[in-house]
């Protein structure tokens, strides 16, 4: 073994590197159960939380300036909630915390809905809403987490996701590759529709009679509508990056949407998702 510690110590001199015997691998790390809470009158704080579930490039900022120009809705930038995880730093922690009542799971939804209701309270309204397009790929965890939760779906043309989401960064994707990249948003906002009770919005409908939508969608928040949702740009918008809604939000007006393709220019990954949601008989 002499020699190995010799020819290390050699290595590190001149390369600045040594040779290490590789250990076992680490057995992965069990996964936690997801769970709703134990006891919701004193696990969470928010009451009733409103999660839009849309693709990107979806008209979900244009929704969430409409919806947070109601009194009662406080609807701010996205806040990838479901990214802030929590872990233990000892087996001592991690037992104490079970001796709780608590898995690695629950206190990483005590964590999201304080913060929300942070962000909630601090506004001054009744309810917050959450658009972050992401959320939709974990729609199980946010029902378990907040099984008083409400789900409003926004649907937009596959094609026209996809042409927008290529518009937004031409240097970073391909029209295919932004086509097969806004289809697993798609796909995911599916599943969610499948799986969960809610409302569904599109945004052709939206921009066509915003006062019928907004209508339906205070129906379905059980809120009276107001007038000043019609002229939302009148607040200040806080999200960067807004791309194709920037100008629709200063006017403080829904413009038309762009005139949809016809069916021989929607690419073909994109035909099953035109059909599943209505756009192609």
């Known amino acids: 073994m002499n020699w190995q510690r010799k020819m290390n110590k050699a290595l590190v001199r001149f390369t600045g590197f040594q040779i290490e015997r590789v250990g076992k691998a680490a057995p992965p790390q069990p996964v936690p159960e997801i769970r709703p809470p134990a006891d919701p009158a004193t696990d969470r704080l928010l009451d009733s939380p409103v999660f839009l579930l849309s693709p990107v490039r979806s008209g979900s900022t244009l929704l969430r300036a409409i919806l947070n120009a109601h009194s009662a809705l406080h609807a701010p930038h996205e806040l990838h909630v479901r990214r802030l995880r929590v872990q233990f730093d000892t087996n001592l922690a991690a037992k104490a915390m079970a001796a709780l009542g608590h ?110 939508a907004t209508r339906e969608i205070c129906e379905f928040l059980d809120l009276e509508w107001e007038p000043e949702m019609l002229s939302y740009g009148q607040q200040t918008v806080l999200e960067k990056g807004l791309g194709d809604w920037r100008d629709k939000i200063r006017s403080g007006a829904v413009q038309p949407a762009r005139e949809l393709p016809s069916a021989d220019q929607v690419p073909d990954v994109l035909k099953p998702m035109c059909r599943t949601w209505g756009y192609l008989t």
């Open 103 to 212: 898995n690695q799971a629950d206190l990483e939804h005590l964590l999201w809905d304080r913060v929300l209701h942070r962000e909630l309270v601090r506004s001054g309204k009744r309810f917050i809403v959450d658009k972050t397009p992401a959320n939709a790929f974990a729609y199980q965890r946010i029902a378990a987490c907040w099984p008083d939760a409400r789900f409003v779906f926004l649907l937009r043309h596959p094609a026209s996701i996809a042409a927008s989401w290529h518009e937004a960064s031409p240097d970073k994707r391909t029209p295919e590759e932004a086509a097969l990249d806004a289809l697993r948003y798609m796909k995911a906002v599916q599943r969610a529709r499948s799986a969960l009770p809610g409302l569904t919005v599109r945004y052709e409908e939206l921009s066509a009679d915003p006062e019928k």
